[in-house]
RNA sequence: CGGGGCGUAGCGCAGUCUGGUUAGCGCACCUGCCUUGGGAGCAGGGGGCCGGAGGUUCGAAUCCUCUCGCCCCGACCA
């Protein structure tokens, strides 16, 4: 294609409104336009890389048998009231009335949808498996859209569901996906890991997510680099630092206004780590629950949530009603109340700490948790870097990631409500399982953007570039420039390598900016001091690199070096 | 939803504290000349409801009240 036909509006300056890489090199380089908060407009290069990557997604969902097919953005709320979730989910649904009053929604996702079809269409277990799925819009009323196309209100999504007759059918749906995933990701040059994640409001037992590291995400992994365990930090496992215990006896000590475990550990010259952290939170149902951990931790809220339901902090004067005493002085042995429920740490299982004597100005030493105190034991910490692996030992490192896709295993929780059932062989009827698997195709072009640029802008891998080569005849006034340009663009586009040619009358300075800017992987430099020798200059966005070569092997060269890299 | 920041030309910004000619600068854009290997140069030119509404004042981009929008941190993220 002809740039000069083609609507790149290149920035010079960086849009004042951007700030993750990504997005800033969207804007600039002519692949993005803001409508609204998460609202964007896909300008022609754009949509050029989203169709390479959606091109990839396509060939390996069909490799693994999937089958397209598509579905309506806009539905009746009655499906949706079917699986509850038209009341369990709240003010992140776009919700609206048809002209005769009736309640309608715009898809947040296509659960409800796939199972109502399934519900209607699968009868047998002679019908199963199936994996549908689609690449189309889904609508979310973010509460905060952030960092340019990595969180939308409005945003495609490959969404696949499977449908088999049972757990081991599911199992094989899901090991389907997930090495659909790895290739898929490869293919648009990623780095990436899969980890193991929190199935949460999705319901079901397993679930794992695709991360592509990077410091735009919104996530963090926990990754073991000798035994390749994976997790997002909301489950991720490890050894908790362990410490010799120091002997102490059992016994009061007045600790006048000090409160914090910092304040009382320097006030009693003893470690954090020989501390508990007592924390008072209130459930859902009103019920307070005392949370322990190690002076040292942190409480993760993510965890606890996992353990006790939602929750909240106690309020000041709720401590002091339910305990009897102020924050800073409360602990888990003589509690006034006895009827709280009290979890902790599992690194809290021995050993001998100090905590609040539930008694203003006093703390209690020598607490032993074998003894003093009895409390169910979970996994509540935050993990930190450099902690040991539970399974190898070795320092887990923690990397901040896009989620660039998601697999669950759904089990029945919305075949049931919706009905999906198959008649087995014994003629009974059985819900089927399912799972629900999804990509962001444009996260994966926020991703790749992220991994891949410099300080002239973005460096796509060739698979999802919008163009894998640029063509730059530098003197569009000169006849031999142009004549050679032309003969290289047909030569190519004879091979079914798609070039954009800079026909711009414009000074080369800026097609080398623009064209490094843009990202195209493979620039020819048509200048017409080389062409007195017949050459021309092939040179590598990535590597910089250039070589010069007779003009009559241009096309072949980049023909030849882009299906390489391509694949 | 809580906290913070910002709305002045297509983009990036100054001017606002301390009210006062015709609201300014760089880039981009248009015309002409010149130039053609890393966002050139010279000359000329177009473009603004200073986010919106109300108020204070002889006078408001500037002060006050309300409102809308955008960004960042947090909560949320099915």
């Known amino acids: ?30 692949y993005i336009r803001q409508l609204a908060a998460g609202l964007y407009i896909s300008l022609p290069l754009f949509l050029r890389v989203m169709e390479k990557i959606n091109s990839i997604i396509r060939q390996e969902m069909n490799r ?47 659960e409800e949808i796939m199972t109502w079809l399934a519900a ?7 019908d199963m498996p199936q994996i549908w799925y689609q690449i189309q819009t889904k609508l979310r009323d973010e509460a905060r859209p952030k960092s340019g196309i990595l969180r939308t209100r409005e945003f495609t999504m490959k969404d696949s569901y499977s449908f088999d007759v049972d757990a081991e059918g599911l199992n094989k749906s899901y090991d389907l996906h997930a090495a659909a995933y790895h290739r898929i990701f490869a293919r648009c040059g990623l780095t990436f890991y899969q980890v193991e994640s929190d199935p949460g409001m999705m319901g079901g037992l397993t679930a794992h997510e695709f991360m592509a590291p990077s410091d735009a995400g919104e996530d963090d992994i926990a990754i073991c680099g000798r035994c390749g365990y994976a997790a997002n930090v909301e489950l991720a496992v490890s050894h908790p630092p362990e410490y010799p215990s120091i002997d102490m006896p059992y016994e009061e000590v007045h600790t006048p206004e000090k409160k914090t475990v910092g304040e009382v550990a320097n006030f009693l010259g003893l470690p954090p780590h020989c501390f508990i952290k007592s924390l008072l939170l209130i459930a859902k149902d009103g019920a307070p629950v005392l949370a322990l951990v190690r002076g040292d931790e942190e409480l993760h809220e993510k965890k606890t949530q996992r353990v006790i339901g ?19 002085f409360i602990g888990p042995v003589n509690m006034i109340n006895q009827g709280i429920r009290i979890i902790a740490s599992t690194s809290l299982e021995k050993g001998l700490y100090v905590s609040g004597a539930n008694k203003k100005d006093y703390h209690i030493k020598g607490i032993n948790a074998e003894v003093h105190f009895q409390a169910d034991r979970h996994d509540i910490r935050v ?39 198959y008649l087995n062989k014994e003629g009974i009827d059985v819900p089927i399982i399912m799972g629900s698997y999804g990509i962001g195709p444009a996260r994966v072009a926020a991703a790749a953007i992220e991994q891949n640029h410099d300080a002239n802008g973005i460096i796509w891998p060739v698979s999802i570039a919008p163009f894998p080569v640029a063509i730059l005849p530098l003197n569009v006034s000169d006849e031999e420039t142009v004549n050679t340009a032309e003969m290289i663009y047909t030569a190519l586009q004879a091979k079914g390598v798609e070039a954009l040619m800079d026909d711009r009358d414009i000074r080369p300075g800026i097609k080398f900016k623009d064209t490094d800017l843009t990202g195209i992987p493979f620039q020819i ?43």
């Open 1 to 30: 294609m002809r740039y000069s036909r083609l609507l790149i509006p290149t920035l010079k300056e960086t849009p004042s409104e951007a700030e993750a890489i990504s997005h800033i090199l969207m804007v600039r380089g002519g």
């Open 64 to 110: 693994i048998g999937a089958q397209e097919l598509s579905m309506p953005v806009l539905h009746p709320a009655e499906v949706w009231q079917k699986t509850g979730r038209w009341d369990a989910i709240g003010d992140e649904m776009f919700r609206l009335k048809d002209r005769t009053g009736r309640d309608m929604c715009l898809a947040m996702t296509h």
């Open 120 to 126: 209607r269409e699968i009868r047998s277990y002679r």
């Open 310 to 328: 939602p929750y909240r902090a106690a309020r000041k004067d709720e401590i002091v009603n339910i305990l009897g005493v102020e924050a800073g």
């Open 383 to 421: 993990i930190k870097e450099n902690e040991k692996c539970l399974k190898c030992g070795a320092p887990l490192k923690i990397q901040r990631v896009i989620e660039i896709g998601n697999i669950f295993k759904l089990g029945t929780k919305y075949s049931v409500p919706l009905n999906a059932v």
């Open 525 to 567: 430099i048509i200048g017409a001091k080389n062409l007195k020798e017949g050459l021309v200059e092939i040179k590598n966005r990535a590597t910089k690199e250039t070589t010069k070569v007779p003009m009559a092997n241009a096309a072949d060269d980049i023909a030849r070096l882009t299906a390489c890299l391509k694949a």
